[in-house]
Nanobody, 117 residues
Framework: QVQLVESGGGLVQAGGSLRLSCAAS????????MGWFRQAPGKAREYVAR????????FYPDSVKGRFTISRDNANYTVYLQMDCLKPEDTAVYYC??????????WGQGTQVTVSS
């Protein structure tokens, strides 16, 4: 089992920035992808960034490309999400996710991000 703990959410004005962190612990061996998802009230959960844990390749949907940046600290099994030029529509609960070979995905408890207009 992998435990994920997110931090860094909060309230920010439109155009501002926030940085989320997610620390993984427990059975981290075999993690090959980590990512961030978000869920706004009444909407389905959607992915906003993923990173190949070994190669470092990153992936983003068009909605956040150029504004969000995912990065990792391999030594400390921590993944970050730098969010710039935030918009009110970015308001959601943000969840960290880890994929480990042979096991179901692990999820964090979520952190609230609120962007005011």
């Amino acid at each position: 089992q992998v435990q994920l703990v997110e931090s860094g959410g909060g309230l920010v004005q439109a155009g501002g920035s926030l940085r989320l962190s997610c620390a993984a612990s427990g059975r981290t061996f075999g993690i090959y992808f980590m990512g961030w998802f978000r869920q706004a009230p009444g909407k389905a959960r959607e992915y906003v960034a993923r990173i190949d844990w070994n190669a470092g390749s990153t992936f983003y949907p068009d909605s956040v490309k150029g504004r969000f940046t995912i990065s990792r600290d391999n030594a400390n099994y921590t993944v970050y999400l730098q969010m710039d030029c935030l918009k009110p529509e970015d308001t959601a609960v943000y969840y960290c996710q880890a994929s480990r070979r042979g096991y179901s995905d692990s999820w964090g408890q979520g952190t609230q991000v609120t962007v005011s207009s």
